[in-house]
């Protein structure tokens, strides 16, 4: 009946038939007559049944289910006993384990059962409830069954049959993480046992004891480290394991140990490392369809307001997804053994530094010039996994090297020429150290060529690596760009989907990197028209559109007034897509069809930055034909951070560039600003502070209504001790904004020093701290103007941390005439205050240079 009636009546409908879950059941369990797939199948439709339906169950129909399952979890077939041990934990899920008290005793008792496949049976099952319901487990909930199963499992370790060897292992496995009291209990055995199947002959079982130990590593290295000697020995032959999937769990263990503090001491013996390669690929394949399945899903990053001036490069954004990873080097797009092994070279290179050298360069330089192709592939990638740890020892090297890899660009093998380009992506900020001519010119020559390739993969590799290199040379790259568009725009037509999406990435990051030099008539010629055919191509609902989206936005504030002929249709279209947006996550019902892709939105906001960025005052015609304000307030309020962070980062623009159509909406918009000041959602906070930075510098003394809103939440957040480091530090990682605090905190005391100079006392000095990091710029110029104001309505809130504002003084290289008056009078003013002797005393405190300095410019 099944096979005929399963597709011409709707499950739904057979499910109002109370008797339909007996059904399936007698069909999985009984009907023996019934081929396995058929039975297996109505075992499946009845686990999805107990997912949606399971409250819903008569109790006379559970409880059937649940003996039934029980008493047929041996059956002869495996598919079977799968289907019967998934449909078991489907029911201990729902949260069952505890209504079902006699479940676990049943399964560990059947373990004990002279029948092979009642044993197997039960274990499945229990291993699918360790995996789902491991916390359910170790909780009170159940009155500790944990305490007789890890027992029990660790007897099994030493079964004769491997399949029930694995599941024992893979069992106890799930409870390491969570450093499981009843498992802490029994480490030693467990720990015994492992090393008892170490050479195990079932790669299923060897994998599952890598696995553990990889594990065990993190929770508990105490008692691994009396044996870390046979441990190392033991890992280094199973990553040559003959078996992939053990030899990959295995490449694991050194990820995992090079995050230990005893990494170097217990690794200093076993230093030479192997590397491993998989098949090569199709040579000449850009005409073969791309196939969908490859191409990843793309996250976009919402725009995080950075600093923008020249040559400043403290304020990086944050998770800077830089192709500079292994991710992208192998003809298989998943995690692989070739992959695994370089990133555990990547990671050992960075705690063993220059040490990994001296046993790795007699096998690197054999390898690089090895005449047969597949073992100089092998050298490359080595050479691109150490190139971060080990850079320092590795520039006596690169004039040789270099050249050499510039000339793999062009090898015949595809695979060589891709991973050539990724490791020398790896060094790109040495090349673009040197004279240009002699490195940079060469590789960019043959690295636009290679974007150009015939394989779909080196094309990948050479677009990723260019982007990277452009990052590092940005306007170094200036008198090349007509060569550097020329091949860009030539790409256009050559790439299928998944490297176009790769090329947008490139040119986006070139005009971040060059910035207005793109601004010119010829270049503008190039690239536009490309571009916009791709975005009249594209659908709004097309996610294609992101990372077009993306390089427009980049486009745009690198063109500036070159962009405006291309304005108009850009902007209507992002108005219409965030406008859109809203529309579809309003009338959706919760249970109807998926929510809305906010990207699209967010995407959207953040070019229409951009071109706010880009055009300045040339934008007011347009906003005043919108309703964009209107949309931003309601952004403003959505749910996601993500899109509350891109509107900000707008509203912020918008001020900077027409303060006309803002102003009468501020009165709703700060609210919101205040109520977003959570440093917990980092982006969103620093893009929510700097649009009220604008804000108050364009509202001047009108600002003062809105102070009290944010001024607390401000001063709260400049003295968290644990703010993240990088907010109010110059210490040269990603950080999205470090300054942003301070600067709003000064800009609202420059245009309302009544109402902030009363808590200065409260700010003063890590407002100090972290500004005397940043170099001269407009905002650090309103930012101290602020502060000097605040000084001379509230002088005592400064005493105390008096040193702190001579040093941050001292930051600047060439305040503007007038700030400086304002220092001088401020420094001259307490000098005078405190008399002559307590003037020597106090600087007498200063390191050196601030006194000289201080002395040179302020005279003091």
């Known amino acids: 009946i099944l096979k005929h009636v399963f597709p011409m009546i709707r499950l739904e409908q057979l499910n109002h038939y109370p008797d ?48 039934e399952c029980l008493q047929n979890i041996g059956d002869s077939s495996p598919l079977i006993r799968a289907t019967v041990g998934i449909l078991i934990t489907t029911i201990a899920s729902k949260g069952e384990l505890q209504n079902w008290p006699e479940l676990l005793p049943k399964l560990c008792l059947l373990l004990d059962s002279e029948d092979y496949n009642t044993c197997e049976g039960a274990f499945g099952a229990l291993q699918k409830i360790c995996e789902d319901s ?83 590593l993190e929770v508990r290295m105490d008692r691994l480290l009396p044996h870390m000697h046979n441990i190392i020995e033991y890992m280094l032959q199973r990553t040559q394991d003959q078996d992939e999937n053990v030899a990959l769990e295995a490449c694991e263990f050194w ?42 899903p793309r ?28 991710e992208d080097d192998d003809t298989i797009s998943d995690w692989n053994l070739r992959k695994c092994s370089a990133a555990a070279l990547d990671v050992l290179a960075n705690v063993f530094r220059d040490d990994l050298l001296l046993p790795i360069l007699p096998l690197l330089k054999e390898l690089l010039f090895h005449p047969e192709w597949v073992i100089k592939e092998s050298g490359i990638l080595v050479l691109g996994a150490i190139a971060e740890g080990c850079m320092q020892g590795m520039i006596t090297y690169l004039p040789e090297l270099i050249p050499h890899l510039v000339q793999c660009l062009s090898d015949k093998k595809a695979l060589v020429r891709s991973i050539t380009c990724w490791t020398l992506s790896r060094y790109a900020h040495w090349v673009v150290g040197q004279p240009p001519d002699t490195y940079l010119k060469p590789l960019m020559t043959e690295l636009l060529k290679r974007i150009l ?31 550097i568009l020329d091949t860009l725009v030539f790409a256009f037509s050559k790439y299928q989907h998944k490297n176009l999406l790769i090329l947008y990435d490139a040119i986006g990051t070139l005009a971040d990197s060059v910035g207005h030099h793109l601004n010119k008539p010829e270049y503008i010629q190039m690239l536009m028209p490309p571009l916009i055919a791709k975005w009249n191509q594209l659908k709004d609902e097309d996610k294609d559109l992101f990372p077009l989206l993306e390089c427009l936005s980049s486009v745009a504030t690198a063109l500036q007034s070159g962009f405006l002929p291309y304005c108009e249709p850009v902007y209507q279209r992002c108005v219409n897509l965030v406008q859109k ?64 962070q891109s509107s900000f980062a707008l509203l912020g623009d918008l001020t900077k560039a027409c303060f006309l159509h803002v102003q009468p909406c501020i009165a709703d918009f700060m609210p919101i600003l205040g109520t977003n000041l959570n440093p917990e959602l980092i982006s969103v906070c620093n893009n929510a502070t700097w649009a009220i930075g604008e804000i108050s510098i364009q509202m001047g003394a009108e600002m003062q209504p809105y102070v009290a809103m944010v001024l607390h939440q401000l001063v709260e957040i400049i003295n968290r001790p644990n703010t993240p480091k990088t907010l109010l530090e110059n210490t040269g990682t990603t950080s999205p904004m470090p300054y942003r605090f301070p600067i709003t905190i000064g800009r609202l005391g420059y245009v309302c020093p009544q109402e902030v100079a009363p808590m200065l006392q409260q700010f003063i000095r890590p407002w100090c701290t972290s500004l005397r990091n940043i170099r001269d710029n407009e905002e650090k110029d309103s930012a101290f103007r602020g502060i000097c104001t605040m000084i001379s309505v509230n002088p005592g809130g400064v005493v105390q941390d008096f040193i702190f504002f001579c040093d941050a003084v001292a930051s600047w290289v060439n305040p503007k005439d ?23 005393r106090f600087s007498d405190q200063f390191p050196l240079p601030l006194k000289e300095r201080l002395a040179a410019f302020y005279g003091v």
């Open 453 to 483: 390739d015939s394989n779909k993969r080196v094309q990948e590799a050479a677009c990723s690596a260019f982007a990277t290199l452009e990052e590092e040379a940005c306007t170094e790259l200036v008198p090349y760009l007509a060569f």
């Open 818 to 840: 007038d700030l400086r008056d304002m220092f001088g009078k401020i420094l001259h003013g307490f000098k005078n205050q405190v008399g002559e002797d307590n003037w020597r």
């Open 299 to 326: 996250f976009h990053r919402s725009r995080t307001v950075a600093q923008q001036h020249e040559g400043d490069r403290d304020g990086i954004e944050e998770d800077d997804d830089e192709d500079d990873d292994l």
């Open 581 to 644: 947006t809203l529309a579809q996550a309003m009338v959706r019902h919760p249970d109807q069809y998926e929510a809305p892709d906010k990207d699209f939105m967010i995407v959207a906001l953040d070019l229409l930055s951009g071109l706010a960025e880009g055009l300045g005052g040339n934008i007011e015609q347009l906003i005043a034909r919108s309703n964009i304000l209107t949309l931003m307030y309601q952004c403003m309020q959505d749910k996601m951070p993500e899109v509350r």
């Open 20 to 67: 339909f879950n007996n059904y399936l059941i007698f069909v999985l369990t009984k009907l023996k007559s019934e081929d396995e797939p058929t039975r297996s199948l109505s075992g499946l439709i009845l686990k999805n049944n107990v997912k949606a339906h399971y409250q819903n169950f008569p109790n006379g129909v559970s409880d059937f289910i649940k003996s």
């Open 134 to 216: 491991a916390e359910v487990l170790d909780s009170d909930m159940l009155d500790r069954p944990l305490n007789v199963m890890i027992p029990k499992f660790l007897q099994f370790f030493k079964h004769s049959s491997p399949k029930i060897r694995s599941h024992a292992i893979a069992c106890v496995n799930q409870f390491i993480i969570s450093r499981t009291q009843a498992l802490m209990l029994h480490i030693d055995g467990f720990i015994e046992n492992l090393f008892a199947l170490a050479t195990d002959e079932e790669p299923e079982v060897r994998k599952n004891v890598c696995r553990a130990l990889v594990m065990l």
């Open 255 to 296: 990820l995992t140990l090079a995050e230990q503090p005893v990494c170097k001491d217990v690794l200093c013996n076993h230093l030479s490392k192997h590397t491993e390669r998989t098949g090569d690929v199709e040579e000449d394949d850009e005409a073969i369809p791309d196939n969908e399945q490859d191409i990843r």
